[in-house]
């Protein structure tokens, strides 16, 4: 099937015939799967791409987190990306509200709406929606910021798993951003958010074909040792330098990104900056640092695929394997 006969077949298959019909495709992922590739391969002109990844929606944050570039950008238009300064904080509940603008801007063009990225809890929330735990207010917000700030990560975490080891088990322990949260629910309200279901069924009348990309073990933690070293060719030492001349410290959600949190961790003691910055890391720190990256790269994409298996209804594809993709495609359940 050639490109153009597969984007029509998908067009019929989606059918979006007016705004109450929201059929959508996921495009989900570990990091360095190859999600921006397809893309621009296949979802180019009659489709648009939502950004699902909570890094990317930072402007400045380019190369760290491995950016769409203008080039791919121009392809196939990008909702989501570089639409926050690094300083300011992005929630899940802010991702379903403008994912939600995006896809109503993108239907009412004609268009069809992929989102696409690597952090899955918005993949699922975006389906079927939040959970009626409590919103924190400014005031236990700010009072969990300043506790996670003295407390440190594992100290944190170690809180969590005493007031809710059912949330505790299911969130990273460096995922500060998830593991905040969690304790924000406890003091607004003094229950756990584990006690708090989950909705069971897809929100709005959202239809999705979810596909997932994966590649074996091996494949992937070379792509992602090889995107590492890219980015640093790529000028990552300088993006960070002036980020942290605007201020970036490890209290920014943004900074506390897998590419980013790794300098700061070296940069910063008792959240105090060295001194002249970057220019004091030594060739022996920059090598820990990317090497960090990398791991740290390597078992997130990890914990990545454990949640996205948990997902029901998912066709997964190896990434190169496009054959398989236009047969899924073509006996999809979005079918007229």
Not at 180 to 209: H, M, N, Q, W
Not at 271 to 283: I, P, Y
């Amino acid at each position: 099937m050639s490109l153009l006969s597969f984007q029509r077949f998908l067009i019929t298959k989606l059918s979006i015939q007016d705004q109450s019909n929201k059929n959508i495709v996921f495009l989900f992922g570990p990091t360095a799967v190859g999600k921006t590739g397809l893309l621009c391969s296949f979802f180019s002109s009659s489709f648009e791409a939502v950004n699902a990844d909570s890094v990317q929606v930072y402007k400045r944050l380019n190369i760290g987190s491995a950016k769409a570039s203008e080039d791919e950008r121009r392809k196939i238009k990008h909702h989501l990306i570089d639409i926050l300064e690094p300083w300011e904080s992005y929630s899940v509940a802010d991702f379903i509200r403008l994912g939600d603008k995006a896809l109503n801007e993108i239907i009412k063009k004609g268009k069809y709406p992929v989102f696409s990225g690597g952090t899955a809890y918005y993949f699922k929330h975006y389906l079927y929606g939040l959970s009626n735990a409590p919103r924190s207010d400014e005031k236990t917000r700010e009072e969990v910021k300043l506790f996670m700030e003295e407390a440190g990560k594992e100290k944190g975490y170690g809180f969590l798993k005493s007031v809710d080891p059912v949330s505790a088990s299911r969130i990273n322990k460096n995922d500060t951003y998830r593991v905040s949260r969690a304790i924000e629910v406890y003091k607004s309200c003094g229950r756990p958010l584990s006690s708090f279901a989950l909705p069971t069924e897809p929100r709005d009348g959202i239809k999705a074909l979810i596909i997932g990309l994966y590649r074996e073990k091996e494949e992937l933690t070379k792509r992602i040792r090889l995107r590492v070293d890219q980015m640093f060719k790529e000028g990552l030492l300088d993006e960070i330098s002036s980020l942290l001349s605007e201020g970036a410290n490890p209290s920014w959600q943004s900074m506390q990104a897998i590419g980013y949190k790794e300098f700061l961790n070296f940069l910063f003691e008792d959240r105090k900056l060295r001194e002249d910055g970057v220019k004091t890391l030594t060739q022996a720190e920059l090598s820990e640092i990317k090497e960090q990256i990398c791991m740290n790269s390597i078992h997130y994409a990890k914990r990545q695929m454990t949640f996205f298996r948990s997902f029901k209804d998912v066709h997964w594809v190896h990434a190169e394997d496009e054959k398989t993709l236009s047969s899924l495609i073509k006996s999809g359940p979005f079918s007229t």
